[in-house]
Nanobody, 114 residues
C-alpha cells in the first residue's frame, strides 16, 4: 500500500531523493513521513509532514533534508543533500491516517560511502 523508490549508493556529500506513493486503499491520510533504521538500532523518525504542510525533522538532518508532499498524487518525497556515512540506513515511508491507523513501506536502502 506504500511503495518507495529512490534509494541507492552515494558518496559522502552527495544527494538522493526518495519517493513514496500511497495506494488509494488508504483513506483520510493525516501525516506522511520517513523513518530510518540501522541494523541493531531502533527505527527513528527522519521527517514528517501533515496535509497542511507542517513539517518536522530529526535534529540530525535539519538543514540537509527536505520533506515535501503532493496530496493530489498521494506522494511524499525526501530530498537528502550533503549526505553523511551516518545517514546510511533502510528508509521507510510511513503514513498515519486521521483515524490513527499506521502504514509502512517495505523500505529502501540508502548507503553513503566512498
Amino acid at each position: 500500500q506504500l511503495v518507495e523508490s529512490g534509494g541507492g549508493l552515494v558518496q559522502p556529500g552527495g544527494s538522493l531523493r526518495l519517493s513514496c506513493v500511497a495506494s488509494t486503499s488508504i483513506f483520510s491520510i493525516y501525516s506522511m513521513g520517513w523513518y530510518r533504521q540501522d541494523p541493531g538500532k531502533q527505527r527513528e523518525l527522519v521527517a514528517q509532514i501533515t496535509g497542511g504542510g507542517s513539517a518536522n525533522y530529526a535534529d540530525s538532518v535539519k538543514g540537509r533534508f527536505t520533506i515535501s508532499r503532493d496530496n493530489a498524487k498521494r506522494m511524499v518525497y525526501l530530498q537528502m543533500n550533503s549526505l553523511k556515512p551516518e545517514d546510511t540506513a533502510v528508509y521507510y515511508c510511513h503514513v498515519e491516517t486521521i483515524g490513527g491507523l499506521h502504514y509502512w513501506g517495505q523500505g529502501t536502502q540508502v548507503t553513503v560511502s566512498s
